[in-house]
């Protein structure tokens, strides 16, 4: 199994900056890809952005490009995920999820997905 536990939300002014993280436990082996997607009230969950383990690519949404960064790094027996966000507007208002994947074919597709967090509230004011 794999565990996966979100940090960092808050609430923030437009144009500033959050920084969210995400410990990934367990048994990380099985794991190839991992997320962040969102959802807010009014939309279906979206797709935010994704980076693969072996290659360490990334692949963003249109809507985040340019401003938020994901990263990948490992601590003891932990991998932390980071998503830092940058230029904030309101419209990034959001539960924000952290996903896990043991095989990937379209990272934008969160049915590929294994493992899920709890998710963590970001509400960005205007």
């Known amino acids: 199994q794999v565990q996966l536990v979100e940090s960092g939300g808050g609430l923030m002014q437009a144009g500033g900056s959050l920084r969210l993280s995400c410990a990934v436990s367990g048994q990380t082996s099985s794991i190839s890809a991992t997320g962040w997607f969102r959802q807010s009230p009014t939309k279906e969950r979206e797709f935010v952005a994704a980076i693969n383990w072996r290659f360490r690519s990334t692949y963003y949404a249109d809507s985040v490009k340019g401003r938020f960064t994901i990263s990948r790094d490992s601590a003891r027996n932990t991998v932390v995920i980071s998503l830092q966000m940058n230029s904030l507007i309101p419209e990034d208002t959001a539960v924000y999820y952290c996903?896990?994947?043991?095989?990937?074919?379209?990272?934008?597709?969160?049915?590929?997905?294994?493992?899920w967090g709890q998710g963590t509230q970001v509400t960005v004011s205007s």
């Open positions: 996903a896990a994947a043991r095989g990937v074919r379209s990272y934008s597709d969160y049915g590929n997905y294994n493992y």
